[in-house]
């Protein structure tokens, strides 16, 4: 069986995620507004929000097959993690 996804890329692909997320909030917090930002964030937020919970699953499943235990990759599943939670939290 062929793995989807190796270490290094689930590592980059989580650490996208939320840097994204980190860049929203900063801008909401400068109350940075423009035009452009606003339309990339628009179109944006919702497949990144799907992603956060379908690669914090893969993560986690990855993490749990390998025995060889990557520190970055766990880091990375770590603060996606902690995004998905502030994240999801956020709409309570």
Not at 63 to 90: D, F, H, Y
Request: contains cysteine; glycine residues 4%.
């Amino acid at each position: 069986m062929n793995k989807i996804f190796s270490s290094r890329k689930l590592t980059i692909i989580n650490f996208i995620i939320v840097t994204y997320f980190i860049l929203i909030y900063l801008i909401n917090y400068r109350e940075v507004d423009f035009v452009l930002i606003g339309v990339f964030r628009e179109l944006l937020t919702i497949p990144f929000l799907l992603a956060q919970i379908v690669f914090l699953i893969l993560g986690t499943r990855h993490l749990m097959k390998n025995k060889e235990r990557n520190v970055i990759t766990m880091l990375s599943v770590i603060a996606l993690t902690l995004c998905t939670i502030i994240t999801i939290g956020s709409f309570f």
